[in-house]
């Protein structure tokens, strides 16, 4: 990889740093605050964590409308590959997701976003500042930012 990709990919990762600096480097500033928020993304998170380390694959989750398919529904992201590494750190004290961790966790989808656009953008053959905009852009815009949840980018 070029060095001067490796410095775009690192602005970046600076820029959502310093976009979401309320969530990522303060506990004063949560996602969490908002009831969607707890009630559908965070919990799904927690329902999918328990469940792996139970031994138990979580196809049907009997906890909303008196049961409901849990992988089939898409939102859950049961089966979003990068889910594994939330599965493998541990929970807090309380026994629940850590709340930095899921706001980190949101941040990494968003950088992740980023970065793909900046390929593909790059692949398109144009300049490495216009697929760092076409990054920004994507991950950054008026919608995104306020979404409740990291399930949705």
């Known amino acids: 990889m070029p ?3 490796v410095k775009s ?14 969530i990522l480097l303060t506990s004063q500033f949560s996602l969490l605050t908002e009831s969607e928020g707890v009630n ?3 919990s799904w998170y927690h329902f999918w964590i328990a469940s792996l380390r139970q031994g138990v694959l979580p196809l049907w989750d009997p906890y909303i409308f008196a049961g409901r398919s849990f992988a089939g529904e898409m939102q859950t992201a049961a089966f979003y590959p990068l889910n594994l590494l939330l599965a493998l750190i541990p929970f807090n ?7 930095q961790l899921y706001h980190a966790f949101f941040v990494f989808g ?3 976003g980023a970065c793909f ?5 790059r692949e398109l053959g144009l300049s490495r500042f216009s ?12 919608f995104v ?8 980018p």
């Open 117 to 121: 656009m900046f390929a593909l953008v």
């Open 145 to 152: 930012p306020r979404m409740a949840g990291p399930l949705m």
């Open 131 to 142: 697929a760092l905009t076409a990054g920004i852009c994507c991950s950054l815009p008026g």
């Open 110 to 112: 968003h950088f992740l």
């Open 9 to 22: 990919i690192l602005w970046l990762l600076l820029i959502m740093i310093l976009f979401y600096w309320k």
């Open 3 to 5: 060095k001067a990709t």
């Open 40 to 42: 559908q993304a965070y």
């Open 93 to 99: 004290r309380d026994g629940v997701l850590s709340p």
